[in-house]
């Protein structure tokens, strides 16, 4: 399962990949697991777009990470995420699962 994370200012992102050892979606569709880091500076990765990619870190394990999810979505199967893929985007400050997909 590739774990991707846009929110570049969370503690546990490293270079858009999410280094949390568990992972939960909330009802709302959010990463309660997200929590903000003021250290990091903001990533605008929409500035040099066309002249070079983001840097990626290199994809995890996801048998190493539970990723829990209280959402009624289709890859939810008794509060376990199942997809192939999990991305939270960083829309409106907030950070939701784009991976969602309504049952």
């Known amino acids: 399962m590739d774990i991707r994370c846009r929110k570049t200012k969370c503690v546990y992102n490293d270079c858009y990949t999410c280094k949390a050892k568990g ?11 997200f929590e903000k ?46 997809s192939n893929g999990i991305t939270v985007n960083s829309i409106k400050e907030k950070p939701f699962c784009i991976s969602f997909f309504e049952r």
Request: aromatic fraction near 6%.
């Open 23 to 33: 992972i939960m979606v909330d009802q709302k569709i959010l990463c309660s697991t």
């Open 37 to 82: 880091d003021e250290n990091k500076a903001e990533v605008d990765s929409t500035k040099h777009l066309f002249e070079q990619p983001p840097k990626y870190a290199p994809q995890r394990d996801s048998k190493t990470c539970h990723i829990g999810c209280k959402a009624k979505c289709q890859f939810n199967h008794d509060g376990k995420c199942v």
